[in-house]
């Protein structure tokens, strides 16, 4: 049961960075997707990006230019560097794995982490 950490969250203001980090608990390799997802309170958990084994991304339209995911299978890590940061993008962020490929919907991925907070004022 793969096990992900996520970490680097924090408040941060309008126009500013974050670099978030995920670990998963064990060496996944190129057969796991992996991606992040956001949830704002009263909102419904959206993709904000992923990754697959060939290092290939994939982001919704609202996202492109500002994020960019990027992973270190020597390390486990998978990261998530986010510049320009509006207030809209406050949110728990969320990195989560599945076999297969990248695909939109939050509840076809099978291994989650527990979120880090991120407020941008």
């Known amino acids: 049961h793969v096990q992900l950490v996520e970490s680097g969250g924090g408040s941060v203001q309008a126009g500013g960075s974050l670099r978030l980090s995920c670990v998963t608990s064990?060496?996944?390799?190129?057969?796991?997707?992996m991606a992040w997802f956001r949830q704002a309170p009263g909102k419904q958990r959206e993709g904000v990006g992923g990754?697959?084994?060939?290092?290939?991304?994939k982001y919704p339209d609202s996202m492109m230019a500002r994020f960019i995911i990027s992973r270190d299978n020597s390390a486990n890590t998978l990261f998530l560097q986010m510049s320009n940061l509006e207030p809209e993008d406050t949110a728990m962020y969320y990195c989560?794995?599945?076999?297969?490929?990248?695909?939109?919907?939050?509840?076809?991925?099978?291994?989650w982490g527990q979120g880090t907070q991120v407020t941008v004022s």
């Open positions: 064990e060496y996944i390799g190129n057969s796991y997707c």
């Open positions: 990754i697959d084994g060939d290092d290939f991304t």
């Open positions: 989560a794995a599945r076999v297969g490929p990248i695909v939109s919907s939050p509840t076809r991925w099978n291994y």
